[in-house]
């Protein structure tokens, strides 16, 4: 089997209150615009998984978190994508800013909820897992 290129996304699952935070793409956005996500990105070449993490989450939102733990990794079968999932939680409360050229809303919801909502492929994948269950 050849091997072939492919991009490692690191996402939290920030909780609270039994809600997930997750964010609506901007409809500029190449890859599936329109679509709710989890707040992360793609790794980088020199970083960690957490470090991207915590920048992606810091530059996506304005929140600052704590990563408690790894929940599992999601590839997609059908697309060239990998996610590790991490458990998050606030560390600091303050009001979430989006940056508008990659999300243009944010909700908390539970993940009964989340799954009525149009998602992204693989966040649609990690709920019918039951990835997200264990998150409180």
Not at 57 to 79: F, K
Not at 90 to 97: D, G, I, P
Request: net charge negative; aromatic share 6%; charged share 25%.
């Amino acid at each position: 089997m050849a091997e072939a290129q492919f991009f490692v996304g690191v996402h939290g699952v920030i909780a609270n209150r039994g809600r997930l935070l997750v964010l609506k793409r901007a409809g500029t956005m190449v890859y599936r615009p329109g679509a709710w996500d989890l707040p992360g990105g793609h790794l980088a070449i020199g970083e960690s998984s957490e470090e991207c993490l915590l920048r992606e989450i810091r530059e996506e939102t304005s929140l600052e978190v704590a990563i408690d733990r790894l929940l599992g990794l999601h590839n997609m079968i059908d697309e060239p994508y990998m996610q590790a999932l991490y458990a998050c939680r606030l560390t600091v409360y303050r009001s979430l800013r989006l940056a508008p050229n990659e999300h243009v809303e944010a909700r908390w919801v539970t993940p009964e909820e989340l799954a009525g909502m149009e998602l992204i492929p693989y966040l649609e994948g990690v709920l019918k897992r039951g990835m997200l269950s264990s998150v409180k």
